[in-house]
Every structure is written in structure tokens, then in C-alpha cells.
């Protein structure tokens, strides 16, 4: 009886009956990685060389109850049981996590009461690998990613992606530090662990916040405006999150001239000519954009209008300098016309040199006695001509 109790009370622990009949397994507990490739080991011995029957069974319950593996369709073509002397492997491949589970390697004798039960076995776990980042990274921070699992995984390589690509080859902890981030350091990252098939995880995406950067401000059609028309200056950025408020400045004034991303001018005039910028900001900084030049264009008409102003101011002008010089001219003195005529010419005559002077070319003294002859003439009495020509005669 002490020897059937004994062989009823196996040493569960470590998975064999101290006495003649049992199974030692390498490992109690393995975590695999979803999609991975498992070995699950069990060496038994049988110091009497009983006859028995071997095989793999999951979730043992009872003998009669145990369902042999290699026969169940759920595990058809993914599993393998490879003897190695009095060692079996049990390769199971395409892990899933309905594979969960306790996997014993039962042992059947013809002597019933020999039968291994219960069965310490091997707990088989079944995770998947995932990214795990700080809630929010901002820029200039140096954030820690972590590899992780439900489950420690028995390997401690892994490997590290952004966007696809690896990282260098010294990267094999399941933390991955990026030192003073910036949003160009924002992806999508993943993590794997080497195994023959190098799963990775899904990739998570890092998000970079950052405050707003290349602000620039934009106008509607041509930077030159004619006068009335409506003006609208557009403000945009790159930050992360977006930009939400914004404030427009136009330069040589304090204070704020508008809100928005958008900023409107209806009749857009001279008084509104000048160089306007925008500062976009967010939770996490502002920045001013560089300003832009504004200025209003007088239109087609009003050019028009200034052309037939100056060309009639100079009408004016001409026609009051023609009369200036025709009021001037009715004003010139004998002796100024006389300067104007050129200087006097002597005209020799041997016979009358009085009745030969050219009026144009005679000198001054002659106008004077030629005034005077006219007016004698003009008189009743011609004996007041003699004295005068008697004179001249002299």
C-alpha cells in the first residue's frame, strides 16, 4: 500500500514520480509571441521499462478524457512531436491565443495504476508585443519607449523601427530612448523581438507638439490694390496641434487691427496702405510671421482724370503767358522799338538829302525833324516852314 500511495503522490512540483515512472519538463512556464514558433520539452523516465504510451495532450482532465494533440484538427499542420531518446518536443508553430493553456506529456502503462495523474505539465502563455509611449511629448523632451508584453519573454533581443526602417544594430533593449526630439522624430514606431520569423508589434505613432513655425501671411489676388476694392490677408503655419489663435498687427502701431486666421478690408483706400504681419499660437509657444507690403493703386479713371487736370492747368498757363506778352509788347516806347530796329545807316544823296532818307534807316534826330516837318505842314501859314528848313539847311 505505501508503495501505491507513493506512486498516487508524484512529486508535482517537478513534474516525475521519484520512484519509477515520470516526467520532467524544461521549462514550467513559456510566454510565446503571437504568430511565433514554440518547443515545449518533456523527458521521462521508466526504471522498470514498463510498456507505455506516449504522447501530448492539453488541459489534462483524466486518462480517458485527455485528447492526444496530434490528432486534434485545431492544431492540424502547425504541430510536431520530435523524440529525442526519452525526450519529446512538442513544435508547435503559428501561435494563437486560443493555444493558451497547460501542455502535459502524458505517460501510459498497461499497468493502470502507474498512470501519471495529475500532470504538472507546462503552462503555455500567448502575447502580443506593443509600443507604450509618454501620453504627450513635446518638442525638446527626450521621451523613453518601451517594448512590452503580457508576459516575460524569454528573449532579450529586440530590434526597433520607425516607418519601416531599423534602427542601428546597438538598439536591442526593449527601451528605446530618443534623445531632444524634434517633429522630425515623429513616425511610426514598432518593436520586435529576434525570433526566426521576427514579428514585430503594431506600430504606434509618435506624436511631436510642438509650438507654431513658419508663420507666412498671403493676400488675395496681386499685393497691389486699387482703391475700393476688398482685401483679405491669410495667416497660416505648421504646428502641432494647429495654431488657434491668431492676431493681426500692421506695422508703426501697437496695437492689435484683427483676429482669425483670416483678415478682411472692405474699400481698401491709401489710409490702409502699409506693411501688416500675423502671430499664430498655440499651447505650447507663438511665433510672428514677416510682413507684408499692402499698397493701393489709384484706378484707370482716376489717372485719367489727373492726365486731362494737368494737361488744362498747362492750357491755362500757355494762354495767360500769350497775353501777358501781347500786354507787354502794346507797351514798349518809341525808343524801345526804335533799340529793336537795329542802329542808324547813313544815306549819301548829292541832290535833296532830305527828300532821300528811308524812314527804316534814318537816325533819331531825323524821326524828331520829321515830327516836326508833319506838323508845319499841317499849319495855315507856310511862312512858318522857311525858318525851320533855313536852320537845318545851315
Known amino acids: 500500500m505505501f508503495c501505491l500511495f507513493s506512486l498516487f503522490s508524484l512529486f508535482v512540483s517537478q513534474g516525475f514520480c521519484n ?32 510498456k507505455t504510451v506516449i504522447f501530448w495532450t492539453v488541459n489534462p482532465v483524466n486518462i480517458t478524457d485527455d485528447i492526444k494533440l496530434l490528432g486534434n484538427p485545431d492544431y492540424k499542420g502547425r504541430i510536431q512531436d520530435l523524440l529525442n531518446g526519452k525526450t519529446h518536443t512538442l513544435t508547435l508553430s503559428d501561435v494563437k491565443h486560443e493555444d493558451e493553456g497547460k501542455y502535459c506529456l502524458r505517460v501510459m502503462t498497461h499497468v493502470e495504476i502507474l498512470d501519471l495523474q495529475p500532470c504538472a505539465g507546462i503552462e503555455l502563455r500567448v502575447t502580443d508585443l506593443r509600443v507604450e509611449t509618454p501620453e504627450e511629448v513635446v518638442e525638446g523632451e527626450s521621451p523613453v519607449l518601451t517594448c512590452k508584453s503580457s508576459c516575460n519573454l524569454s528573449s532579450t533581443n529586440f530590434s526597433w523601427y520607425r516607418n519601416g526602417e531599423s534602427f542601428p544594430e546597438s538598439e536591442r533593449q526593449n527601451q528605446l530612448i530618443l534623445k531632444s526630439v524634434n517633429r522630425g522624430d ?3 514606431y514598432s518593436c520586435a523581438v529576434r525570433d526566426p520569423k521576427h514579428l514585430p508589434s503594431p506600430a504606434l505613432t ?12 498671403s493676400v488675395s489676388g496681386s499685393a497691389v490694390i486699387v ?32 483676429s482669425g486666421q483670416s483678415f478682411s478690408i472692405s474699400s481698401f483706400n491709401s489710409s490702409h496702405s502699409g506693411r501688416y504681419y500675423c502671430e499664430a499660437e498655440n499651447k505650447y509657444g507663438s511665433q510672428r510671421s514677416e510682413s507684408v507690403s499692402v499698397t493701393v493703386e489709384e484706378s484707370s479713371s482716376s489717372w485719367v482724370l489727373i492726365t486731362a487736370g494737368i494737361t488744362a492747368s498747362v492750357f491755362v498757363m500757355f494762354v495767360i503767358l500769350m497775353v501777358f506778352m501781347l500786354i507787354r509788347r502794346k507797351r514798349v516806347t518809341p525808343s524801345e522799338e526804335q533799340n529793336h530796329r537795329g542802329s542808324c545807316k547813313t544815306v549819301e544823296s548829292p541832290e535833296d538829302p532830305y527828300m532821300t532818307l528811308d524812314p527804316k534807316s534814318r537816325c533819331s534826330e531825323y524821326d524828331t525833324l520829321d ?4 506838323s508845319s505842314e499841317n499849319t495855315e501859314s507856310p511862312e512858318g516852314q522857311d525858318p525851320i528848313y533855313h536852320n537845318i539847311s545851315k
Not at 20 to 44: F, R
Not at 229 to 248: M, R
Open 186 to 188: 515623429a513616425g511610426s
Open 19 to 50: 520512484l519509477e515512472l515520470g516526467v520532467i519538463y524544461t521549462n514550467t512556464v513559456i510566454c510565446a509571441i503571437k504568430g511565433s514558433t514554440v518547443h515545449l520539452s518533456g523527458t521521462y523516465k521508466n526504471l522498470r521499462n514498463y
Open 371 to 374: 515830327i516836326m516837318k508833319r
Open 227 to 258: 482703391s475700393g476694392d476688398s482685401v483679405t490677408l491669410s495667416c497660416s503655419s505648421d504646428s502641432n496641434p494647429p495654431a488657434v489663435d491668431f492676431s493681426w498687427f500692421k506695422e508703426n502701431q501697437s496695437s492689435v487691427v484683427g
Open 206 to 217: 509618435l506624436n511631436i507638439r510642438y509650438p507654431p513655425k513658419s508663420v507666412s501671411v
